[in-house]
């Protein structure tokens, strides 16, 4: 999930285009990605009857306790993963998706996501299955460097892997800034105003063990089989290869897909399950960007569902990266 401006971690990013580019906000909606509850209450104060807020992380639920009850049941939290909202709820007027790691699980150190803070090499959104350390500890330098690379498009993918593999010979890689300390001897020091050198590698390990680009693909399945006829989807995406997955669905489910080789016979066309209200992703706004600096690379993109049949699509018509074994 989006990070928020420190000031105010309720005020999740584009919350005012998106909830200009879904006006009117009525009926049933489902926060796929509920996080400190922004969007959420965005929503139920734009005047959504009932709002239902899933989220994987246990500790979001706890969070929001002293707030939750102001608006009784109209708030139904369901903690659980997106890719099964259509379990939870069926027949929506919406569903916001905002993608990638909240700002209060970045802040809490003992969970392992920060290169900034010391603290457990975690990363786990649920607390269930095996941890960040779990995979650098055990993984070949091949699928190390295979999910450096795809996962978080960085290029020194093989000469981090492989100092990873090193130094865990010497003794078990287990703290966040142990991690950071390997990748930064790697790479060249950052200049003024360029990102962490351990932000790409972060990124990836990240993905991996939280399946997060399996986990959006079928979450986007889900989406169009839970919304109703006029249904609106809205997806607030981080990094490129989540902004190409959005863009590659919401266009191929549109009808507006072209054949990937001018050398193949053009596909059968479907009906579209969606149409666009704009094709380019919204941005945010020089007010946005000076509240909340961190905002500058997020993306919107919006789709409202017709009334064809849900259907099916491959992973790979919407650009979802590869690992050589499968993804994780």
């Keep these: 999930m989006a990070a928020a401006a420190q000031s105010d971690p309720h005020v999740p990013v584009l919350l005012r285009p998106l909830l200009a580019a879904v006006a009117p906000v009525c009926g049933t909606w489902l926060d796929g990605t509920f996080g400190a509850g922004g969007y959420a209450r965005g929503l139920l104060d734009a005047g959504a009857d009932r709002v239902v807020a899933v989220d994987r992380d246990p500790v979001a639920f706890e969070m929001a306790r002293d707030w939750a009850g102001q608006y009784g049941d109209r708030l139904v939290m369901q903690q659980g993963v997106f890719s099964k909202m259509d379990e939870y709820a069926s027949d929506l ?95 060249p020091r950052a200049k003024p105003g360029q990102s962490h050198p351990a932000t790409r590698s972060f990124q990836a390990l990240r993905i991996a063990v939280n399946n997060e680009y399996d986990e959006l693909f079928q979450g986007l399945m889900a989406a169009e089989r839970a919304l109703k006829p006029g249904g609106k989807l809205a997806v607030v995406t981080f990094h490129s290869i989540e902004d190409r997955m959005v863009k590659r669905f919401l266009t191929a489910r549109s009808g507006q897909g072209g054949r990937s080789s001018r050398h193949l016979p053009q596909p059968e066309q479907e009906a579209p399950r969606f149409t666009l209200p704009t094709k380019k992703a919204l941005g945010p706004d020089d007010a946005e960007l000076a509240e909340n600096p961190r905002a500058r690379s997020a993306r919107l993109r919006v789709g409202v569902r017709t009334d064809a049949p849900a259907g099916e699509i491959d992973a790979r018509d919407i650009a979802m990266p590869q690992l050589k074994g499968g993804n994780r």
């Design 93 to 187: 007027d919406g569903v916001v998706l905002d993608l990638g790691v909240s700002s209060m699980q970045l802040d809490q150190a003992e969970r392992g996501f920060s290169f900034l803070r010391d603290g457990p090499l975690d990363m786990r959104m649920s607390q269930e299955g095996p941890s960040a350390a779990d995979l650098v500890n055990s993984a070949s330098a091949e699928e190390l460097a295979d999910i450096l690379f795809h996962y978080g498009e960085e290029r020194a993918s093989r000469r981090i892997a492989r100092a990873i593999v090193r130094a865990r010979d010497e003794a078990p890689i287990e703290t966040t800034l142990q991690l950071a300390g390997i990748v930064e001897s790697c790479l």
